[in-house]
């Protein structure tokens, strides 16, 4: 594993976010920490990629956007993965994991 943070592969922002809310809402700095924390603390979401990806995901209809307060009190946009964004979720794991064979079955054959 790399000892420091890496960059995500172009696309995969949005199937990791799908997959975070998958487990439950989140507002978008918990859905950041999320993702850092399972990943240990090794993928950075910037809010310069993560707001825009959790807009383009709301006008997909892949998640929906509600005001709630958060642990530290204060109003925050929760997402929360709509029906068509759990299936878009599958599409896209069944996707990668595809994507992900292939290439190490390239890599390994070097």
């Given at each position: 594993m790399p000892?420091?943070?890496?960059?995500?592969?172009?696309?995969?922002?949005?199937?990791?976010?799908?997959?975070?809310?998958?487990?439950?809402p989140l507002h978008g700095w918990a859905v950041s920490e999320r993702i850092q924390q399972?990943?240990?603390?090794?993928?950075?979401?910037?809010?310069?990629?993560?707001?825009?990806a959790l807009h383009h995901l709301e006008r997909r209809g892949w998640i929906r956007a509600r005001w709630g307060t958060s642990d530290n009190n204060r109003r925050a946009k929760f997402y929360e993965l709509t029906k068509n964004g759990r299936r878009q979720l599958e599409i896209e794991r069944d996707a990668w994991e595809k994507l992900t064979a292939v290439v190490s079955q390239i890599l390994g054959t070097a």
């Open positions: 000892s420091g943070p890496i960059e995500l592969p172009q696309g995969t922002l949005d199937m990791l976010i799908l997959r975070t809310l998958a487990l439950e399972i990943s240990g603390d090794l993928l950075r979401v910037q809010q310069g990629s993560l707001y825009p």
